[in-house]
Antibody, heavy 121, light 107 residues
């Protein structure tokens, strides 16, 4: 069955860096687009970043552009998010999710359980 | 960017009730609208894609409708396990993806 398992979250000081990982299993990872989505405590969902199958098309939300870097390792079936210059407002649960494209639409059919990132001094 | 306005923000209903949640897009998005359920403490789960297509394994009491700018998620007969927050999500030609602000459903 499809599984996505995030890791790498934790407590980091403002201005610091953190690298999240997402281990995928149960599907042909290299053929799927992948995304990161976050949820601040008690708040709604916010899309963070998207990467295509080969890693050549990458997009970021405005709030993280220039600070976060998404990447993938198809050989090892893993997705990563390098987070730099972290701010208090980056505090959230970070989910990796598989993205499906359908006739111009795109949606997330599988999600990981999430990893909590806390940015605080 | 597309803005999604979801209503109501919270809703209280009884077991067996029919429940309706609406989502309005700031511009025409055809049928590029998806719905998710997030139970407390859990990851979101896809319910409906392409505005009205039921994801495999989702109970048939859930349904979606709409196109263009106005969309609806309905639960025909509310069950206790439907306690959750529901989010709509749209997609433009390129990312970003946009989520509605969520509807918290209580019994």
């Amino acid at each position: 069955q499809v599984q996505l398992v995030e890791s790498g979250g934790g407590l980091v000081k403002p201005g610091g860096s953190l690298r999240l990982s997402c281990a995928a299993s149960g599907f042909t990872f290299r053929t799927y687009y992948m995304t990161w989505i976050r949820q601040a405590p008690g708040k709604g969902l916010e899309w963070v970043s998207y990467i295509d199958t080969s890693g050549t098309s990458i997009y970021y939300g405005d709030s993280v552009k220039g600070r976060f870097i998404i990447s993938r390792d198809n050989a090892n079936k893993s997705l990563h998010l390098q987070m730099n210059s972290l701010r208090a407002e980056d505090t959230a649960v970070y989910y990796c999710a598989r993205a499906l494209d359908s006739g111009g639409n795109s949606y997330f059919d599988y999600w990981g359980q999430g990893t909590l990132v806390t940015v605080s001094s | 960017d597309i803005q999604m306005t979801q209503s109501p923000s919270s809703l209280s209903a009884s077991v067996g009730d029919r429940v309706t949640i609406t989502c309005q897009a700031s511009q025409d998005i055809a049928n590029h609208l998806n719905w998710y359920q997030q139970r407390p403490g859990k990851a979101p789960k896809l319910l409906i894609y392409d505005a009205s297509s039921l994801e495999t394994g989702v109970p048939s009491r859930f349904s979606g409708s709409g196109s263009g700018t106005d969309f609806t998620l309905s639960i025909s007969s509310l069950q206790p396990e439907d306690i959750a927050t529901y989010y709509c999500q749209s997609f433009d030609i390129f990312p970003p993806y946009t989520f509605g602000q969520g509807t918290k459903l209580e019994i």
